[in-house]
C-alpha cells in the first residue's frame, strides 16, 4: 500500500505506513552509499528532535507558531528523544546536500507524527507542515550542525567513561605488579632495570592525560550557530529567536551551549571538529602503542620475551596446534588505525567548505561518531578481556634480568663509566652475567655488587 506525496520534483509514492516524506524518499534512492543509517547513531536522531523542539518553543514563545502546534511537535520531539520513532530515520549517513535530506527527514517525521496525533493522515500536511511548521526560522545550514554538535557531545561522554575504566585497569595491574624487577628497554635493546608494575603505571598515565584533553576539546563544540538560519544572516527569523533558541536548546539538552559570536564565520567553520577529531587520534596513537608494548611483552610464550601472560580468549591457528594469539590488543590496534584515518578525511572535509558552508559535513559526522563509538567499545573490551586478566611470568622477568648486560650501568656508579662497560664486553663476550663478571674481574666485594644490582630498579 503506498501514499502520493507531491514536491517541487514531481510525485513520489511512498509506503502507507512510513513517517517519513517525499523528500526522505528521494534520499534513500539517491543515496545507498556506505549502507550505514543515521538511527544507527541515535545521539544524531535525538539531537534533531532537541534541537525541532527549542525552536519550536522559542517560534511560539514569539509568535511565529501557534501554540497547538509547538505543543504537537514538541509532543513528537519529547517521544524521540526518549528513543521512539528512530526506525524512520532511514538515510544513509554519507549523502549530498550538507545535511539537507537528514533535516528534511526530520521534518517530515516529526510533521508526520504530528499529524496522526491530530487524527490526520501521514503527508496532509495542511494540518502540520515539515517547511512552514517543523522547519520554521530555520534552515539545514544552522539545525545540521548544531545537531551534529550534540550528537558528539553526547557520546563522547561514553568515550571518558571507557578511558577511565581502561586506565583503572592498568592501575590495579600495576598495583599488582609493583614489585616484579624486569628488563627495561629503548629501541627493542636492552636498557636498564625497571619495575613491571612501574611499566604498567605508564600505561594507566599515558592514557588518563588525555581524559582531560576530550573534555576540554568537546567543550569548543559547544559553540552553535542555530539561529544564523541559510548564511548566518539570521534570514527570515524573528526579532530575538537566536538567542532563545539557543536558551531553549540548552534546557532541552542540558548542555551549556553558546550562541556563536559570528553566526557567518560558525555557519562554514569546521575547525571545533578538526581539533576534536585531532585528540581523538592522539589518544589513537598512544592506545596503539601500548597495545604494541603488550604483543611484545606477551610474546613467546617462550622464544619471545613472554614477561606477561594475556589471557587466552581465541584459538590462534587453524594449523598450529595450542598457538594462542595476542587477539585482543590486535583488534584495538586496527580500531586506532582506523580513527587515525578518520582524523584524515574529518581534516580534508572541514577544509573542503566554500565561501559560506560546507557541504561535507556529513561525512565529518559518520567519521567522528564511528571513530567515538569504536575506540569506546575497543578500551572496554582491552580492559575486561585483556587487561584485567594479564598475568606477570616473574620467573621469565628474573631470569632475563639476571641474563641480561643492563645492570652494568648500576655499577657504573661505584667503577665509573669506562670499567662498567668493560664488564658489560666482557659478560657478553664469555657468557656470564654481570654478576660473574664482576666477581671475575674488579676487586668490588661481592655483597658490593650484589646490594647495587638489588637497588636497581627502585
Known amino acids: 500500500m503506498y501514499r502520493t506525496e507531491t514536491d517541487g520534483l514531481g510525485s513520489v509514492e511512498i509506503p502507507l505506513e ?108 495542511s494540518g502540520l507542515h515539515p517547511n512552514d511548521d517543523v522547519n520554521c526560522s530555520q534552515s539545514t ?105 539557543v536558551k531553549q536548546l540548552c534546557e532541552v539538552s542540558g548542555f551549556d551551549l553558546k550562541p556563536a559570536a559570528n553566526l557567518i564565520e560558525a555557519s562554514s567553520d569546521l575547525g571545533a571538529f578538526i581539533m576534536f577529531s585531532g585528540t581523538l587520534k592522539r589518544v589513537a596513537s598512544k592506545l596503539s602503542k601500548t597495545c604494541n608494548d603488550l604483543r611484545l611483552l606477551s610474546s613467546g610464550p617462550r622464544a619471545g620475551l613472554g614477561e606477561i601472560i594475556l589471557p587466552a580468549v581465541q584459538a590462534g591457528s587453524s594449523i598450529m596446534p595450542g598457538k594462542i594469539n595476542p587477539v585482543i590488543p590486535e583488534v584495538v590496534n586496527q580500531v586506532c588505525y582506523q580513527t587515525i584515518g578518520n582524523d584524515l578525511v574529518v581534516t580534508l572535509a572541514a577544509e573542503a567548505g566554500q565561501l559560506q558552508l560546507n557541504a561535507m559535513e556529513p561525512v565529518i559526522i559518520y567519521k567522528m561518531m564511528e ?27 628474573a631470569e632475563l634480568l639476571d641474563n641480561s648486560l643492563v645492570l652494568a650501568t648500576t655499577l657504573a656508579p661505584i667503577l665509573g663509566y669506562e670499567q662498567a662497560s668493560r664488564i658489560a664486553k666482557i659478560a657478553l663476550k664469555d657468557g656470564l652475567t654481570i654478576r660473574e663478571a664482576a666477581a671475575e674481574h674488579t676487586n668490588l666485594a661481592p655483597e658490593k655488587v650484589e646490594q647495587s644490582l638489588e637497588n636497581a630498579a627502585v
Open 141 to 245: 545550514n544552522d539545525v545540521y550542525p548544531t545537531a551534529i554538535r550534540l550528537a558528539v557531545l553526547q557520546k563522547s561522554a561514553g568515550l571518558v567513561y571507557a578511558m577511565e575504566n581502561l586506565v583503572t585497569a592498568f592501575k590495579e595491574k600495576a598495583e599488582e605488579f609493583k614489585h616484579i624487577k624486569k628488563v627495561g628497554r629503548t629501541q627493542l635493546q636492552d636498557a636498564v632495570p625497571m619495575k613491571l608494575g612501574d611499566e604498567f603505571m605508564a600505561f594507566a598515565v599515558t592514557l588518563e592525560e588525555d581524559i582531560q584533553r576530550v573534555q576540554d576539546l568537546a567543550k569548543l563544540l559547544t559553540e552553535v550557530n542555530l539561529g544564523g538560519t541559510a548564511i548566518g544572516t539570521r534570514i527570515n527569523t524573528p526579532e530575538g529567536y537566536q538567542t532563545l533558541a
Open 371 to 397: 571513530s567515538i563509538a569504536t575506540m569506546t567499545n575497543a578500551m572496554y573490551v582491552l580492559a575486561d578481556r585483556c587487561v584485567s586478566g594479564i598475568q606477570a611470568d616473574e620467573k621469565r622477568c
Open 18 to 125: 512510513a513517517a517519513y516524506g517525499s523528500q526522505t524518499h528521494r534520499a534513500i534512492e539517491n543515496f545507498p552509499i556506505s549502507g550505514v543509517a543515521i538511527n544507527h547513531y541515535p545521539e544524531i536522531v535525538k539531537s534533531l528532535a532537541m534541537v525541532k523542539k527549542a525552536c519550536a518553543l522559542s517560534n511560539a514563545a514569539l509568535g511565529a507558531l501557534t501554540e497547538a502546534k509547538c505543543k504537537t511537535i514538541v509532543e513528537v520531539c519529547d517521544e524521540i528523544i526518549d528513543g521512539k520513532h528512530h526506525e524512520y530515520f532511514v538515510l544513509d549517513m554519507l549523502q549530498g546536500g550538507a545535511g539537507t535530506s537528514t533535516n528534511m527527514n526530520a521534518n517530515e517525521v516529526i510533521a508526520n507524527l504530528g499529524l496522526q496525533k491530530m487524527g490526520r493522515p501521514f503527508g496532509d500536511y
